[in-house]
């Protein structure tokens, strides 16, 4: 008899955007799993703190590299591979043993979430996916800024993206989050100038935690963190 | 001094996604306010209805339509603001008492909500927004279906789209979430054939509720209710 396997969506970051439904399932957690950056707190870990039971055994696992490098980069992409196997088979030990197992997964778990590695690696046991509250989301709430309203069309776009092609999607699109800021801040500017939608995005850093911040992205004068984006909106009829 | 205002995200449909903050506030409100079709119970308020203080007052907005029609329809989009402003009115009026209102959301109220509508007539009073999860996150957890990974582009469409807009979106994105399903279904399946994404392309209803169901777009047989959405997942290069 095998144990139940849970990724469970913590939220964007602060406590209180947990659902009922992960309160729950973390409670009923015999190990509780997260992932952190070296040398830091896991953020998944932190957010759900209060809620993970003293009993519950912990599995922290560490990234083996501290930031994000492109995808062709071979070590790099074979090194993720080989973390998210051993992450996959620590959880497998104790998922055959019977143990109720909670994978942390900031924001929603489906929704470039790390868990989906280890997800699709699991998924032949009993899994539960508990959603959350996204990032994008704590975002325009914070910055009160209504987002998509009837047919608009909202696209997710990684900061990522040539210069070129996010300047297309931009124009394609009435709403726009952009993700991944951090260096690409010069690159997403210029291209919002160029889809004409400059003078309605607005920046956003470490929505719904206590250092959160809202900017015209023109007035954005320091580095953007990891816990930044952009938001376009859409509803360009609205009253 | 007058009283605060919520939108308040209620989450898909199961009552235990609502967020710790959600129930909270609802906790706090001396009036709750929420949309609902003519003969029908609002189904925000049936999400949250656990959670509603038996002391608080209830506002019941009934839609002056029972469906959506197009924005050309100048009798449709001018009964609608005459109903938002009214709605907004009498929320004011509590208001202005200093009561603390809650006004009900499915999803996230800043994503496709009725909300914004009146939050947008009513952003001179203290106002906080409660993110919740949407549907889509809902759908997707649902049908364990992991959506976007890496540099993935995420679009969300509405069903109600032309056919070559709908297959120009599809081919221009990596993942895809189509709303509005209904009678648009026929044409839906026709843009995702042309965008060779009908294989992968995963139809939801009724996600997170008991009469929920998960099929392949190709396997719809029945007429799509209003609670449905069409998932087609990204990361291709899963492992």
Redesign the interface.
Known sequence: MSGRFFCI?V??G????????A??CLGECTTVAYFAKRGHHGHASRIASAYIPPSAGQLRFEYPYTTEHP?EDRTYTSAL?HF?ENTARQIAVRLNAGGTVGLLCEG??????SA??V???L?AYP?V??????GM??A??EA???????????????G??PEDALAA?LA??DAAVIMKTGRNLPKIRRALERAGRMADAVYVEYA?MTASRVLNVRDVTTPAPYFSLILVPG?R???
Not at 129 to 134: L, N, W
Not at 144 to 158: E, F, R, Y
Request: net charge neutral; glycine share 10%; proline share 11%.
């Open positions: 969506g939220g964007p602060d406590p209180e955007l947990l659902t009922l439904k309160v729950r995808a591979t998210y929603d778990p489906f929704f470039y979430g989906m590695h997800f699709e690696r998924r899994c996916v508990i959603p959350g509250v996204t989301a704590g325009w709430a009160l800024l209504p987002m998509t309203q009837g047919n608009d069309v909202l696209s997710v776009l990684p990522t993206l999607q394609g699109s719904t509803w009829q609205r009253p």
